[in-house]
């Protein structure tokens, strides 16, 4: 049945037991992939790697029966598996067809594309009681009030004057990449839904900080593959040669990258997979190295060292602060955990 966006953002939440597929489509892709990953985020345990499977929708086309086997399957864990099938289409309507033709099992999120009036997937979702289905349209300025409100009330944050159009434009109304942008800020103020806090144009500049040179890339590359004697060796090559600031700002980004990449995993993607699928994409020369690095950083670490590297910044910021040598005992620190961290 068709659904309001407010009762699928619920269901993204807490899913009721009596729906049993969720179908998210239209011109908006990056506002169903969003939803997905709310679904997965719901059901994802880092104690059960099985919590979430996914299945690309053209080797549904090949066996529908897959998706029948893969909701029925009782998890060894003992709790419930989310089904997530990508690019779904009206091929994918005999697998469905199938999945609700049997009893009640592990509940399948569809997210699809643009679907053309008359789509026989949709008119089948929309018509069956026990599944939900939303279309996302493509996004417009007006909608950046209401599309920030929403990912901001997960994180305690809620956007000032004029701060919520000028985020939205900076993120082309892309939900994932406004998802990242929010997640930063809230980490950067502290926010939380016990502790919200407002944004403003300021707080936008502050994290928007310039790509670093080539010295403080390799210096990023060294403490993200946990190398700690060679982050040691390069901060003392450094010395008072590059700022403090420039320093930290580099390794956030690739840390945030790297969180990207990580949820992507903890959603039940594989390493590679995820690094395979990355946007923007991983330049190839790059690609093994990453792969390691997402293997290696778990979610809870890279949030860890996120909020670190941003109390660091402030540390310097204030009055009597230390400066560098704040930034490269941050560095270091970062560097030694990521050196002990189990891949």
């Given amino acids: ?24 489509h239209g011109g908006d892709e990056s506002a169903s992939r969003d939803l997905a990953d709310r679904f997965a985020r719901q059901f994802a345990d880092s104690g059960n790697p099985l919590a979430v499977e996914t299945i690309p929708a053209p080797e549904l086309d090949k066996d529908p029966a897959r998706l029948v086997a893969a909701a029925g399957a ?19 309507l005999t697998a469905l067809t199938q999945l609700l033709d049997g009893p009640p099992g592990n509940p399948v999120v569809l997210v699809a594309g643009t679907l053309r009036k008359g789509s026989k997937l949709l008119t089948a979702c929309e018509a069956h009681k026990a599944v939900l289905s939303l279309a996302s349209y493509a996004p417009s300025a007006r909608d950046a009030g209401a599309a920030i409100d929403e990912i901001g009330a997960e994180f305690g944050l809620t956007a000032g004057r004029g701060a919520a159009a000028k985020l939205f434009e900076a993120c082309a109304g892309d939900r994932g990449v406004l998802r990242r942008e929010v997640e930063k800020l809230a980490l950067f103020l502290d ?6 806090q407002v944004f403003e144009l300021a707080d936008l500049v502050s994290i928007g900080a310039d790509v670093g040179d080539g010295e403080a890339q390799a210096l990023v590359a060294s403490i993200a593959r946990g190398d700690a004697a060679e982050v ?33 995993v903890d959603g039940g993607a594989s390493p590679e997979s995820a690094v395979d699928g990355a946007r923007p994409p991983v330049f ?10 997402v293997a290696r950083w778990r979610t809870p670490m890279l949030r860890a060292a996120l909020a670190r590297l941003l109390a660091t910044e402030r540390a310097i910021k204030s009055p009597g602060g230390a400066g560098d040598v704040l930034a490269m005992q941050a560095l270091l620190g970062i560097a030694v955990q990521a050196a002990g961290a189990r891949r």
């Fill in 232 to 264: 040691e060796r390069q901060l003392a090559q450094l010395g008072g040669g590059s700022a403090g600031i420039t320093l930290l700002r580099a390794m956030t980004r690739r840390l945030w990258q790297l969180l990207d990449l990580r949820q992507a």
């Fill in 191 to 196: 926010a939380s839904p016990a502790a919200p």
């Fill in 1 to 24: 049945m068709k659904a309001e966006r407010a009762r699928i953002v619920a269901a993204a939440a807490k899913l009721d037991p009596a729906v049993r597929a969720v179908l998210l």
């Fill in 74 to 92: 009782v998890s060894m864990f003992g709790d419930r598996t989310l089904i997530r099938v990508d690019g779904a289409d009206d091929d994918t």
């Fill in 284 to 293: 190839w020369k790059e690609k093994a190295a990453m792969t390691q690095e």
